[in-house]
């Protein structure tokens, strides 16, 4: 049985006989955080435009909690909740007012509703004050908990932590990471800033020249399998793991380096320090998201 909450099958997006879309394919399942990344002009803005509705694809098709957004479109938006860039909020009105009057237009939100997603945001002590006041951090917690009044399976983020400052975006990666973990919300973002996708999510969902070109885990997609030992005899581990575990090495700095499987490494480890080296330091060497990003997609590109 198939539990993903955004499941995009196959779709394509033609525009004057010209392929922007081409077959793409991801899915995010129940609390899970994904980051969707491109560079200009790779087809990101187009496919997040048709997982809203706001383009239709030229085919393929776009399941959320199982309904399609071609055949069952009020069904599958009703447990979608966006935010695209910036909230739009009336300055001269409350945060609280602004909720009130969004959560009039959908179909079910109670003063409950509202007073849950101000908790969840973090923003009970000032939500009564006018917009005008407000900081783009508190701006873009109001917008977040407009997208979560309806109560959402599916956050879609477009660039949600433009404007802010360090201490906003930290403020909030970390209220995206607790609904995830804590209310099982599954979350969309495409962001610029690679780093915080890094930190954020569970998985990246890279696309280029309309093409999905890696879907892959975040630990998945920066290990580099290169591990690197700092211990008392080098030479001598060297010719350990290429008699024993027949695994070629180099030693750099007095450091030992070898590209090993990581199941492998807990039994390369253990043989070391039953054979009696001291094993000082030892590191699974990473690569950072923006690394692989640059080389997947050219630099020239970002």
């Not at 995009?8 to 793409?24: A, D, F, G, L």
């Not at 071609?70 to 909230?87: D, F, L, Q, R």
Request: aromatic letters at 4%; hydrophobic letters at 40%.
């Amino acid at each position: 049985m198939d539990t993903s909450v955004l499941k995009v099958s196959n779709i394509t997006k033609q525009i004057k006989k010209k392929q922007i879309i081409k077959e793409v394919n991801f899915d995010i399942k129940q609390g899970e955080i994904l980051g969707f990344l491109g560079p200009n002009g790779s087809g990101k803005t187009t496919t997040l435009r048709m997982l809203v509705g706001l383009s239709k694809p030229t085919s393929g098709d776009i399941k959320i909690c199982g309904y399609s957004i071609k055949k069952e479109y009020v069904k599958a938006m009703s447990n979608v909740g966006c935010i695209i860039e910036g909230p739009d909020l009336y300055d001269y009105m409350s945060g609280y007012k602004n909720l009130e009057m969004l959560g009039s237009m959908s179909k079910g939100v109670t003063k409950k509703d509202i007073d849950d997603a101000v908790e969840l945001v973090g923003m009970g002590n000032r939500i009564h004050d006018k917009v005008e006041v407000y900081s783009m951090g508190m701006k873009q917690r109001i917008g977040l908990a407009q997208a979560l009044i309806h109560k959402p399976k599916l956050l879609i983020l477009d660039e949600p932590t433009n404007g802010l400052d360090p201490q906003g975006i930290h403020e909030f990666r970390e209220i995206v990471k607790n609904l995830a973990r804590d209310k099982d919300i599954s979350v969309l973002i495409s962001s610029h800033l690679i780093s915080e996708v890094q930190l954020m999510c569970d998985r990246v969902s890279i696309i280029n020249n309309g093409s999905i070109i890696r879907n892959a885990s975040i630990d998945d997609l920066l290990s580099t399998g290169e591990v690197i030992w700092t211990l008392d005899d080098p030479k001598k581990a060297q010719e350990i793991l290429k008699n024993k575990f027949n695994i070629a090495s180099s030693i750099e700095a007095q450091n030992l380096n070898a590209l090993v499987d990581v199941e492998m490494l807990a039994e390369i480890n253990k043989t070391l320090f039953n054979l009696g080296f001291e094993i000082k330091y030892v590191e699974n060497k990473k690569r950072t998201l923006e690394d692989l990003f640059l080389a997947l997609t050219g630099k020239n590109k970002i």
